[in-house]
Each structure stands twice: as structure tokens, then as C-alpha cells.
């Protein structure tokens, strides 16, 4: 078996600095805890959200990683934020 090698990330927020965060919706499970999802752009209220970009990897933190499937349903829209090289969510 291949030893995996940790990193650590720390983040430095300086004054004028801002989060990148967006919301995406879930399109499909990868693995685990890690989902395939789609930026979508909200409008006005009753509208529905509009599909941008393309599909990237976003992981579920809030996952059991012991678990084989996750759980997000397939649609649910979530708040995706890029974290170092990684993009994350926390299921609603």
C-alpha cells in the first residue's frame, strides 16, 4: 500500500482579503465524502437557479468518512468554498 504523505495548509486573512465561496449544486457522488457539483447563479425570488460553468470536485465535510456512500442528495444546492487547493461544503 502507498504511503500517503500529509500537508498542512494554514490560510492568512489579511485586511481586504475575502473568502472565495460560491453556491453549486450536487450533481453526482465520486466517492465517499467527494461529490461532483456545478456553480449555479440564484436570481430573484421563485426564479430557479441557473447552471454555470462546468462540473468540478467539491468534498462534504460534514460526511462520515467511514462511510462508503455519502449522502448529499443529488440537486441539493450548497455553499462551496475553495480552501488551499481544495473546494469543501457542508451539507445544509
Known amino acids: 500500500m502507498k504511503e500517503q504523505q500529509m500537508q498542512e495548509v494554514q490560510g492568512v486573512v489579511s485586511p481586504g482579503a475575502r473568502a472565495e465561496s460560491f453556491t453549486c449544486k450536487v450533481k453526482s457522488l465520486v ?5 461532483k457539483v456545478r456553480m449555479v447563479e440564484i436570481g430573484t425570488p421563485g426564479s430557479l437557479p441557473v447552471e454555470i460553468g462546468s462540473e468540478f470536485e467539491a468534498v462534504d465535510l460534514s460526511d462520515d468518512f467511514l462511510n462508503p456512500a455519502g449522502d448529499v442528495p443529488i440537486g441539493t444546492i450548497v455553499v462551496v468554498a475553495r480552501v488551499a487547493n ?4 457542508n451539507k445544509p
Open 31 to 35: 466517492s465517499h465524502n467527494v461529490y
Open 86 to 89: 481544495k473546494y469543501v461544503f
